[in-house]
């Protein structure tokens, strides 16, 4: 009995091993605004679904590090779903409060830019398998504000 079982969980984790699942990859990080309190920038994610039917995403988890330190993390709840056999584009908002860019002004005098890794987790809910997490990670520049963008 224990081997016709061994046998039925091998059978069903190859098969959910060789399922298709959506793939993701970030497209870009660049500022989007300055408010009172912090900066906002805007990390574009690419998500192709391989289903013919809308995938629920749960939930956004991003870090953004800078010079070894964590300078923004949260996580955005049911952000929506994705779109039936086709590549769905999410814009996920990252603020960084200006407490933290001071902190960071010898990376930032240097060439007015902030050298960032970016780690994201995209949490989707695939039928029979549950909840499954796509990790995305991508390290660059992005420059900070001048005034001309402030106004």
């Known amino acids: 009995m224990s081997q016709l079982l061994d046998k039925a969980k091998n059978f069903v984790a190859e098969k959910v091993a060789n399922i298709k699942k959506p793939e993701a990859s970030?497209?870009?990080?660049?500022?989007?605004?300055?408010?009172?309190?912090?900066?906002?920038?805007?990390a574009k994610v690419s998500v192709t679904n391989?289903?013919?039917h809308p995938i629920p995403?749960?939930?956004?988890?991003?870090?953004?590090?800078?010079?070894?330190?964590?300078?923004?993390s949260g996580t955005i709840?049911?952000?929506?779903?994705?779109?039936?056999?086709?590549?769905?584009l999410l814009e996920v908002p990252v603020k960084v409060a200006h407490s933290i860019l001071v902190s960071l002004a010898k990376d930032v005098c240097?060439?007015?830019?902030?050298?960032?890794?970016?780690?994201l987790g995209l949490i989707i809910?695939?039928?029979?398998?549950?909840?499954?997490?796509?990790?995305?990670?991508?390290?660059?520049?992005?420059?900070?504000?001048?005034?001309?963008?402030?106004f």
């Open 110 to 119: 240097a060439d007015w830019d902030i050298d960032y890794e970016l780690d």
């Open 50 to 52: 391989p289903y013919g």
């Open 57 to 72: 995403i749960c939930e956004i988890s991003y870090t953004l590090k800078s010079a070894g330190s964590v300078i923004a």
């Open 77 to 88: 709840p049911d952000p929506g779903s994705l779109k039936a056999s086709d590549t769905t």
């Open 125 to 150: 809910d695939l039928p029979i398998i549950g909840n499954f997490t796509i990790p995305l990670s991508t390290k660059g520049e992005v420059k900070l504000p001048t005034l001309s963008d402030m």
């Open 26 to 42: 970030i497209n870009d990080v660049d500022f989007k605004r300055v408010s009172r309190d912090s900066v906002e920038y805007l």
